[in-house]
């Protein structure tokens, strides 16, 4: 990177230097200032979207697959989830959080902020008079919220 960097700093006084030295010797009475602008504004752009390739190259982007399979029985979690006024999405979050998903993670599969879940996952705890995460699993498999078979996989 300090290679890079280094290599780009060089570049850009070489050609600052000479464009200076054109500016200079042979085209200042013939062209406007609009074209050194733009010639500059061209040659830097150019520059730039090299070094980002450079710089970004080789850097794979990885995405993690997340099974979003309830961890629910379907035919009581509701009567459970009005009793302790939880709500469909704060659901989602607490199921995501027993998968041992991050805060970031959750957003990125629920397309939310990072705060939204921390606001949704703060209610959840409060709900459930909990204080970690590890404390609301195991509270919503005691109520029945979540399975524990599919907390294995």
Do not use: C
């Not at 070489?14 to 733009?38: A, H, K, P």
């Not at 805060?103 to 705890?125: D, Q």
């Not at 909990?130 to 699993?137: E, G, L, S």
């Amino acid at each position: 990177m300090k290679r890079t960097i280094l290599i780009y700093g060089l570049l850009l006084a070489f050609l600052t230097g000479l464009l200076q030295f054109i500016e200079y010797r042979y085209w200042v009475r013939d062209l406007s200032i609009e074209f050194y602008v733009g010639a500059v504004a061209v040659l830097f752009t150019a520059i730039g979207i090299w070094v980002g390739l450079k710089l970004t190259k080789g850097k794979p982007i990885f995405f993690k697959e997340v099974d979003t399979t309830p961890l629910t029985k379907e035919f009581d979690v509701d009567g459970i989830l009005e009793k302790y006024n939880i709500s469909k999405r704060e659901h989602e979050v607490l199921i995501l959080i027993a998968k041992g998903l991050s805060n970031k993670e959750i957003a990125s599969t629920l397309f939310l902020s990072t705060n939204t879940i921390k606001t949704h996952s703060s209610n959840l705890f409060a709900k459930l008079d909990v204080k970690r995460r590890t404390q609301a699993v195991q509270k919503a498999l005691e109520l029945g919220l979540l399975t524990e078979d599919y907390l294995s996989n």
